[in-house]
C-alpha cells in the first residue's frame, strides 16, 4: 500500500488549504480511511475519518472548519481546512485502514509521509 499526499502549504490565519492523498496498491473493498496531524512537540491527533460503512467522523477540535471527502474513482482523498489559525500548523498524514476511532485513527493503518501546513498569524 502507497499513500502519496500533495505538498501542503503555507497560508495566513483565516484562509484555507486542501490537502489530497492518493491511495495506490490496496484492495478494493471497504475500508477506514482518514487523516491526523502531529506538531512538534505535540501528541498525535486524529481529526477525520470516513469508516468502512461510509459514515464521517470527526474530531471536536475541528468539526464544522475541516471537510473530508474522497473521490473513488480516482482512489483518492482530500481534506477541506477553512479558517485556519497557528494552532493548527502541523504535519497532515492520510491514514488507510484506519482504526475507526478518530482519537486513534492512525492505530493499524498505513500512513503517508505527510504534508506540512503552516499558518502565520
Known amino acids: 500500500v502507497n499513500l502519496v499526499e500533495s505538498e501542503g502549504g503555507s497560508v495566513q490565519a483565516g484562509e484555507s488549504l486542501r490537502l489530497s492523498c492518493t491511495v495506490f496498491d490496496h484492495a478494493s473493498g471497504k475500508y477506514c480511511r482518514g487523516w491526523f496531524r502531529q506538531a512538534p512537540g505535540k501528541e498525535r491527533e486524529g481529526l477525520a475519518l470516513i469508516n468502512s460503512d461510509g459514515e464521517v467522523r470527526y474530531a471536536d477540535s475541528v468539526k464544522g472548519r475541516f471537510t473530508i471527502s474522497e473521490d473513488s474513482a480516482e482512489n483518492s482523498l482530500h481534506l477541506q481546512m477553512n479558517s485556519l489559525t497557528p494552532e493548527d500548523s502541523a504535519m497532515y498524514h492520510c491514514?488507510?485502514?484506519?482504526?475507526?476511532?478518530?482519537?486513534?485513527?492512525?492505530?493499524?493503518?498505513?500512513w503517508g509521509s505527510g504534508s506540512q501546513v503552516t499558518v502565520s498569524s
Open positions: 491514514v488507510v485502514d484506519c482504526s475507526s476511532t478518530v482519537e486513534r485513527i492512525w492505530l493499524g493503518g498505513y
